[in-house]
């Protein structure tokens, strides 16, 4: 699973430059030309946070040719697999807790995306799912 999300970058006046992620109702933040990339990027987690913390489907990202796309770190990709893996199975926290051998805070902090869980844990929990974490490294 590949999250690489496209995002509207529109500028507006003096030197403002909207920031919208069409595949996201609400998403859209406005900042200062030369930030879109950062103003981008914690737009999506925070988005992407909302989406976990209110237990809501999380879109696949659409394709739209030519537009400019973000992804997220790789821990909140990771995290955002496993709330995907975890829905896909229909188990609660308490229930992956039982899987995992631990307690319920301990997959709450998993599934927090401004949590700096070990990326080990993530896989582990991942693994206990019959999910693989795979890294790629591209270009910039």
Same mark, same amino acid.
């Given at each position: 699973m590949q999250i690489a999300y496209p995002v509207e970058l529109t500028k507006t006046r003096r030197g403002i430059v909207d920031v919208?992620?069409? %595949?996201f109702a %609400? @998403?859209? /933040?406005a900042c200062a030309e030369g %930030?879109?990339?950062e @103003? @981008? +990027? /914690? &737009?999506l987690v925070d988005v992407l946070d909302h989406c976990i913390r209110d237990r809501r489907r999380i879109p696949r990202p659409s394709r739209k040719p030519g537009c400019q796309r973000v992804e997220p770190p790789l821990l909140v990709a990771a995290k955002v697999a496993l709330y995907e893996a975890m829905r896909e199975s229909e188990l609660s926290n308490v229930a992956m807790a039982r899987e995992l051998g631990t307690v319920e805070g301990t997959v709450r902090r998993l599934l927090d995306l401004r949590h700096? +869980?070990?990326v080990d844990q993530v896989e582990a929990a991942l693994? /206990? &799912?019959g999910?693989? &974490?795979? @890294?790629?490294?591209?270009r910039t």
């Open positions: 919208v992620f069409p %595949d %609400d @998403a859209r /933040t %930030d879109e990339q @103003a @981008a +990027s /914690t &737009l700096r +869980s070990h693994a /206990t &799912l999910k693989r &974490l795979v @890294a790629t490294v591209r």
